[in-house]
């Protein structure tokens, strides 16, 4: 199984910044695509930015320009780093990764990890 472990939130002002990492750990084959959610209190939870394993990415609209989704295969994690934070960007951020295991052809959804939260000033 997998396990995802979000970090690097924090509080910041408006038109701060912010990096979030995920570590993907367990026992698993490979990772697929991976991506990042986010979650406000009483909202369903969107899709951020998404990353193939060959590097192709996308974003949401209202964070495009200002986000940037990236991933270290090696190390199997995934960070997004967030500049000209606003907020409206306020929320608690997930990730998640569409994994290959042992002796399985075709990948599966992992688990939702924690979250970490990130809190933007106005």
Known sequence: QVQLVESG???VQAGGSLTLSCAASGRFFGINAM??????PGKQRELVA?????GRTNY??????RFTISRDNAKNMVYLQMNGLKPEDTAVY????????????????ASWGQGTQVTVSS
């Open 50 to 54: 998404t990353i193939t394993s060959g």
């Open 9 to 11: 939130g924090g509080l």
């Open 94 to 109: 997930y990730c998640n990764a569409d994994v290959s295991y042992y002796g399985t052809s075709r990948p599966s959804r």
């Open 35 to 40: 991506g990042w959610y986010r979650q406000a």
């Open 60 to 65: 949401a609209d209202s964070v495009k320009g």
